[in-house]
């Protein structure tokens, strides 16, 4: 299990360079008020000085504090490998240099420091330290501003929320241990560093307590109760520390000294406790709770990184690989986007969509459904008055009156009801050139990332479908405008289905010859004098002109022969009407199919690259986007970051774990 830490350690440098926020790692994370002891607790685990001093905050930004257990200088001279020192440092901004006196570790934090922050400010960004030492257990401790109340001199006057903002930000992470550092001297009911870790673990189970100053306390006081966890109790520990004064730093007092002084005083005042308590026991209990925090986080963490490896790697295919060959890569995705564009059409694009109708099935829908209703919903004699028919009749025979119905009023009426058709035709038209310009977009929503990778490519695409569609269009208005002029040039009345001439003739006849007492009616029909009034206006087409000096009625009934003549004339329109609709109605969805839908269907993919597969323009066209180069290049590092990583897990046996 001591293998552990320094494969954390190790991950913990594969994430540096690509940013560690989706990966989290378990690291203990020291926590306290400023002044309140934790600099020297570092220490103490470390066994040198080498941390900044000095009134006011003195760690302005984050020290990620990596300790490392190598083999005594004797040990590595024996192995002829290794450096020539006992113990040294190195920081990451700075790999290539090696510091093996403390007094310069000290002075690189503090020039680092003010690097990346003004004046007395504070910065997110940490400092990566590794120590190397014969005398430390391998720990990853890191380092954090004191909490403060009050802005000192320069500091801005959001400093409080700031270090509380950063200081949360780390110990919210859950596979943190959070390492409280509250002084002995003050009351632990307002610790701000308790109050902060109470935030993100409520219950206690990553929170270590560390009292220090315990040489500090007034006389005839102790912290018993505290350590014993009787005031508030801390999961995983409660432990008390002597640090060093001011004096001993003015002196120069040697840790190992400190640790003697330290246990003396432990011995003297807390016997019972103080094989529980020090820095040494301290450093011993945080090396075994990060080694088991890092053998339980280790599962969760192997599987988070085999799955952001394979998120990473599809990430990556899906922006592709740079371009070398201009004519291929520009023939794959025009070839691609013909293809998406007809496999939307046919029904067959791996993309359907559920929320709405698109592609080939809304056009289905637009020729049976809208326009087949359309046209169902047209009544064959709408517009069409009574009076219109008879003035049609009686312009139809001239100054002669008619000894039957003129077959020339009938062909000016039915000739007038198909143009009705004429509209809807072509709306329908318009509404499957709509759709097809809607598929574009879908085609480029759904597109694979090598089209959007290059905008100006894609912008030329789009372009270059929707000129297609627009010089199809008037073509294919044209041909449908033609279907209904083609019925408008010859009334058909031979036509095999229009049986109605016929059997209006013969009913007719049979009406007459069943007439009584003078008057023409047809069967199973009311006299039209039960239920027809007068015919306003009618009597001329004009208005009425007085010849005499006697009044002219304004208006008259129907007389037989008229109701007789207006009802043959509407039967022939309804008859021949609906043999023209229904063949309009299929007629005009496979004329739109032919000219408009399988044209583009069949010319698309040449078109695209008879305008865009030219030379000149290969260079202009796959221009990629910088965001997409810088995303790919951010992916791939991840990716490489993330391999790193499932390398260094794998290393672990399961062993190691227990």
């Not at 350590?227 to 007092?253: A, C, E, M």
Request: aromatic residues 6%; charged residues 25%; negative net charge.
């Amino acid at each position: 299990m001591e293998t552990l830490i320094p494969i954390i350690n190790r991950l913990q440098e594969v994430f540096l360079t690509v940013g560690a926020e989706i990966i989290q790692l378990p690291q203990i994370v020291v926590v306290g008020s400023q002044s309140s002891g934790k600099s020297s607790v570092l220490e103490s685990l470390v066994g040198r000085d080498f941390l900044p001093r000095g009134s006011g905050i003195v760690t302005r930004r984050p020290l990620v504090l990596q300790l490392v257990n190598v083999p005594s200088l004797e040990e590595r001279r024996k192995q002829d490998n290794g450096i020539k020192a006992e113990e040294w440092g190195t920081f990451l901004h700075s790999k290539n240099q090696i510091f093996t006196d403390f007094n310069e570790i000290r002075k690189e934090i503090e020039d680092e420091t003010d690097r990346n922050t003004d004046n007395k400010g504070i910065s997110p960004e940490p400092i990566y330290l590794k120590i190397y030492s014969p005398n430390v257990l391998s720990l990853t401790l890191v380092d954090l501003p004191g909490i403060t109340k009050v802005p000192v001199g320069d500091q801005p006057e959001d400093i409080e929320t700031q270090v509380q903002e950063m200081i949360l930000s780390y110990i919210s992470n859950p596979n943190s241990l959070i390492l409280c550092v509250s002084p002995a001297n003050s009351d632990l009911a307002t610790s701000d560093a308790l109050k902060l870790a109470r935030e993100v673990d409520p219950d206690g189970h990553r929170t270590l307590l560390v009292v220090s100053k315990l040489d500090l306390m007034d006389a005839g006081t102790d912290a018993l109760e505290v350590l014993l966890g009787r005031v508030i109790p801390v999961r995983l520990g409660i432990i008390g520390v002597v640090n060093r004064s001011q004096h001993d730093l003015n002196t120069q007092k040697s840790l190992t000294d400190s640790c003697k002084d330290e246990q003396a005083f432990l011995q003297r005042h807390y016997p019972s406790l103080a094989s529980r308590c020090g820095s040494r026991y301290l450093a011993r209990t945080l090396s075994r709770l990060l080694m088991h925090h890092i053998r339980d986080c280790l599962p969760e963490l192997k599987t988070r990184v085999t799955v952001l490896a394979a998120q990473y790697q599809s990430r990556l295919n899906s922006y592709g690989q740079p371009v070398e060959d201009h004519s291929a890569t520009l023939l794959q995705i025009v070839t691609k986007f013909a293809t998406d564009y007809c496999s939307t059409i046919e029904g067959t694009a791996r993309h359907i969509q559920t929320s709405e109708l698109c592609g080939g099935a809304r056009i289905c829908y637009i020729f049976h459904e809208t326009f087949g209703r359309t046209l169902q919903s047209i009544d064959p004699l709408g517009g069409l008055t009574e009076l219109d028919i008879l003035t049609a009749i009686r312009n139809a025979t001239g100054p002669r009156p008619a000894l039957f119905v003129p077959e020339v009023s009938f062909e000016l009426l039915v000739k007038k009801q198909i143009k009705r058709l004429e509209e809807p035709s072509m709306r329908c038209v318009e509404l499957v050139h709509e759709e097809l310009q809607r598929i574009i977009q879908h085609c480029s929503a759904y597109s694979t990332q090598e089209l959007l990778r290059f905008p100006k490519l894609h912008d030329s695409i789009v372009e270059v479908v929707t000129s297609l569609l627009r010089k199809r269009l008037p073509i294919t208005n044209e041909m449908v405008h033609n279907l209904v002029a083609i019925e408008l040039a010859y009334i058909n009345t031979k036509h095999p289905d229009f049986t109605d001439a016929a059997q209006v003739s013969a009913s007719v006849n049979s009406q007459q010859a069943e007439a009584g007492d003078g008057g023409k009616r047809w069967k199973n029909e009311k006299m039209p004098s039960e239920e027809k009034g007068p015919v306003p206006g009618f009597g001329s087409p004009t208005k009425a002109i007085n010849l005499l000096d006697t009044a002219v009625p304004v208006s008259r009934k129907l007389s037989t022969r008229e109701q007789r003549d207006c009802e043959v004339i509407q039967r022939l329109i309804k008859c021949y009407f609906l043999i023209v609709r229904k063949s309009i109605q299929d007629s005009v969805p496979k004329t739109v199919m032919h000219f408009l839908v399988n044209f583009v269907k069949e010319n698309l993919q040449s078109e695209l690259v008879g305008q865009l597969y030219k030379q000149r323009l290969l260079q202009e066209l796959l221009i990629e986007s910088q965001e997409t180069a810088q995303q790919r290049t951010e992916v791939a590092q991840m990716l490489e970051a993330l391999k790193k990583a499932s390398n260094i897990i794998s290393e672990i046996r399961e062993t190691h774990l227990w």
